[in-house]
C-alpha cells in the first residue's frame, strides 16, 4: 500500500493526519485533491458509524486504502454538547468558539471540564476490512483564546497533561498526546502486530 486517502475535506485534520502516518505511505490525497467529488452523510449520533462509512464509501470508489476521522469535543457543563455535531455548531471556527464561550458564560474554572474524542477508520478495500480505532484527550475549555496554531475548538481546549492550550502547540506536539493521535498510534500498533 503505497497511496492512500484521508476521507477529510477539513485542512488541519489532513495536516495533522498525514504527519503522523507520514513514514507508512508515498502518497496522500485528502478529498480535497480528487475531483470526483462523492458526499457521505454524517448522519449517525456515533462516531464510530460515521468514521467507518466515510472510510469504506471513499476506499471503495477510488479503490485505494482510506481513513477516515470522526471527531468531537463534549462539554460536561453542557451535557455533552457539541458532541457529534461539532463542526455543525456554527458556521465556522469563529463562530463555533463564541458560540460554545457564549454557552459557557458564567460556568467557573473546575466545571468547565471537556474531553476531544476522535474514532479514526482504516478501510481496505483489497481485502474488504474496516479496522476502527479511539483516543481521547481530556482538559478544560479556557475562558478566551489562546494561540494560533491547530484548528477547530483548539485556541480554547487546555490541556493539563501539557499545561497549555493546543493552539499554543506545533502539529507534532499536539500529535503526541491528542484524540486523534492516540488513536493513530493504536491503528499503527494494530497495523505492525497484523500478519500481511
Ligand atoms: P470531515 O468530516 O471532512 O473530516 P469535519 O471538520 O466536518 O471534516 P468532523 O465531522 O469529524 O470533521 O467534525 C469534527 C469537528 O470537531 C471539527 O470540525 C472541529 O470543529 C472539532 N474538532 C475535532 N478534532 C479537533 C481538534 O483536534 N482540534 C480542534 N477541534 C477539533
Redesign the pocket.
Known amino acids: 500500500m503505497k497511496d492512500i486517502i484521508i ?4 485542512a488541519g ?1 489532513f495536516r ?1 493526519i498525514r504527519s503522523l502516518i507520514a513514514g507508512g505511505f508515498e502518497r496522500f490525497y485528502s ?1 480535497l485533491d480528487l475531483h470526483d467529488q462523492v458526499t457521505v452523510d ?1 448522519n449517525s449520533p456515533f462516531y464510530a458509524e460515521n468514521a467507518m462509512k ?1 472510510a469504506r464509501k471513499i476506499g471503495e470508489h477510488f479503490g485505494m486504502a482510506a481513513l ?6 463534549e462539554v460536561k457543563a453542557l451535557g455533552g454538547r457539541p458532541g457529534v455535531h ?2 455543525r455548531y456554527g458556521k465556522d ?1 469563529a463562530h ?1 468558539i463564541s458560540r460554545l464561550l457564549g454557552e459557557l458564560e458564567g460556568i467557573p474554572w473546575e466545571e468547565r471540564n471537556a474531553v ?1 474524542k ?1 474514532y479514526v477508520a482504516l478501510h481496505i478495500p483489497q481485502k474488504d476490512r474496516c479496522y476502527v480505532f479511539y483516543g481521547e484527550l481530556k482538559g478544560y475549555i479556557g475562558f478566551e483564546e489562546h494561540g494560533t496554531n ?5 485556541p480554547v ?1 487546555y490541556s493539563p497533561e501539557l499545561d497549555r492550550y ?1 493552539a499554543e502547540l506545533s502539529t507534532e506536539e499536539k500529535n503526541i498526546l ?3 493521535g492516540r488513536a493513530i498510534a493504536a491503528l499503527k500498533r494494530f497495523i505492525g502486530t497484523t500478519p500481511k
Open positions: 476521507a477529510t475535506t477539513n485534520k495533522e478529498l454524517e466515510k477516515a476521522d470522526d471527531s468531537g469535543l461539532s463542526s471556527d463555533r476531544f476522535a491547530g484548528f477547530g475548538y483548539d481546549f493546543l491528542s484524540h486523534r
